[in-house]
């Protein structure tokens, strides 16, 4: 089958370890099902990959990928939750089982004609959503979801700030959080991006690191060091950030003394649950929200959507036809 694979690590040069070609099929173990892709996405965890950051030289080659969408061996249309893990060993949540894996992690992943998922990991596609837009939501999607309603708790009103407009996850946030109704505030590095952050739904946006009209009730941080200071000060006291990543790096100042002294939380927050994704599919689908995506590339191109992500140039998510 043809699929995008992880064939060397280079920290420095992710996209020299990149290989778009011919790959055997997955194994299926038992209860597990092999689904035929219609529609993959990209997402930053596969550049990381690429760095090694989460896949050691040992298990190369690796397909690499963790959104997609598809048929499964009935014929039904379905999305591939991306989380494998066991629900009982997390206390009812799989992403707290200490033994979960994303794909492409342990088992090969959805940049690919064909993928193996756990039976449980299907999820049905509604017939409103395209093959590119389902693929779209198992990752940033979902993050974006647990973020906002489970992590951070946000209510309709609050008001919330979004670090970083351009990403994949980020402009899942703006997207959701104005459909819920919050106040949305985003930032970003580049003034086109501010005016389109707006234009997808955002009430205001900033360049990163500007001084807000008011303090928010709570920061979604996915860039890290860059905004990290930004982000503490942004916030109200008693105030959430809730971080999912950190592009730009992991060990900024902690400002534990802004931390402590206005009582702010800090929060992490790592995919989601199979239930939280069957419920942001009915979320999709009953407020007719659609994820924004930045181009379509063929997957025997898949190279050329690796390089706009690597550069920064995305609004939005690269999906790849399959
Ligand atoms: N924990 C999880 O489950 C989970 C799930 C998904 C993603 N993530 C993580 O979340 C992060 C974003 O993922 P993604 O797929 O959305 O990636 P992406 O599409 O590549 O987004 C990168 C983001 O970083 C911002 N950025 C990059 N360099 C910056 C800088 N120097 N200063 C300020 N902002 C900068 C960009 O904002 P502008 O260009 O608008 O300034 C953009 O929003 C990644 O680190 C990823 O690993 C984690």
């Given amino acids: 089958m043809l699929a995008a694979r992880a064939v060397r690590i280079d920290p420095d040069d992710p996209l020299s370890g990149l290989?778009?070609?011919?790959?055997?099929?997955?194994?299926?173990?038992?209860g597990w099902v092999l689904v035929e892709l219609r529609a993959a996405a990209l997402n930053h965890h596969d550049l990381w990959s690429l760095?090694?950051?989460?896949?050691?030289?040992?298990?190369?080659?690796?397909?690499?990928?963790?959104?997609?969408?598809?048929?499964?061996p009935d014929g039904n249309e379905v999305v591939v939750h991306a989380v494998v893990g066991d629900p009982e060993a997390g206390g009812g949540d799989e992403t707290l089982d200490p033994r979960r894996s994303l794909l492409s992690e342990r088992h090969p992943g959805t940049l690919a004609e064909r993928v193996a998922v756990p039976r449980r990991n299907l999820v049905p596609k509604p017939a409103t959503l395209s093959?590119?837009?389902?693929?779209?939501?198992?990752?940033?999607?979902?993050?974006?979801?647990?973020?906002?309603?489970?992590?951070?708790?946000?209510r309709p009103g609050d008001t919330v700030l979004v670090q970083g407009a351009g990403g994949g996850v980020a402009t899942a946030l703006i997207t959701l959080?104005?459909?819920?109704?919050?106040?949305?505030?985003?930032?970003?590095?580049?003034?086109?991006?501010?005016?389109?952050?707006?234009?997808?739904?955002?009430?205001?946006?900033?360049?990163?690191?500007?001084r807000l009209p008011e303090r928010v009730?709570?920061?979604?941080?996915?860039?890290?060091?860059?905004?990290?200071?930004?982000s503490?000060?942004?916030?109200?006291?008693?105030?959430?950030?809730?971080?999912?990543?950190?592009?730009?790096?992991?060990?900024?100042?902690?400002?534990?003394?802004?931390?402590?002294?206005?009582?702010?939380?800090?929060v992490?927050?790592?995919?989601?649950?199979?239930?939280?994704?069957?419920?942001?599919?009915?979320?999709?689908?009953?407020?007719?929200?659609?994820?924004?995506?930045?181009?379509?590339?063929?997957?025997?191109?898949?190279?050329?959507?690796?390089?706009?992500?690597?550069v920064g140039e995305l609004f939005g998510k690269v999906v790849f036809s399959v």
Avoid: N
């Fill in 217 to 230: 009730d709570a920061v979604m941080e996915t860039v890290g060091r860059a905004t990290w200071a930004h």
């Fill in 51 to 72: 760095q090694g950051v989460g896949l050691r030289e040992e298990q190369l080659p690796m397909v690499l990928g963790c959104d997609g969408a598809g048929v499964d």
């Fill in 19 to 30: 290989e778009v070609g011919e790959a055997p099929d997955p194994d299926v173990p038992d």
């Fill in 268 to 310: 992490g927050s790592t995919m989601g649950t199979r239930d939280e994704l069957q419920r942001l599919i009915r979320f999709c689908d009953a407020a007719g929200v659609r994820p924004l995506i930045d181009s379509v590339v063929p997957l025997r191109d898949a190279r050329d959507g690796f390089a706009r992500m690597a």
């Fill in 177 to 210: 959080a104005r459909a819920a109704g919050l106040r949305v505030w985003a930032t970003s590095r580049s003034e086109e991006k501010q005016a389109r952050a707006v234009e997808l739904g955002a009430h205001a946006a900033f360049a990163s690191g500007e």
């Fill in 232 to 266: 503490v000060r942004s916030l109200r006291p008693g105030g959430r950030i809730v971080v999912s990543g950190a592009t730009t790096g992991d060990d900024p100042s902690a400002d534990l003394t802004q931390v402590f002294f206005l009582q702010r939380e800090v």
């Fill in 131 to 154: 093959w590119e837009e389902a693929a779209c939501l198992p990752t940033a999607w979902l993050t974006a979801y647990r973020m906002l309603f489970t992590r951070a708790e946000l």
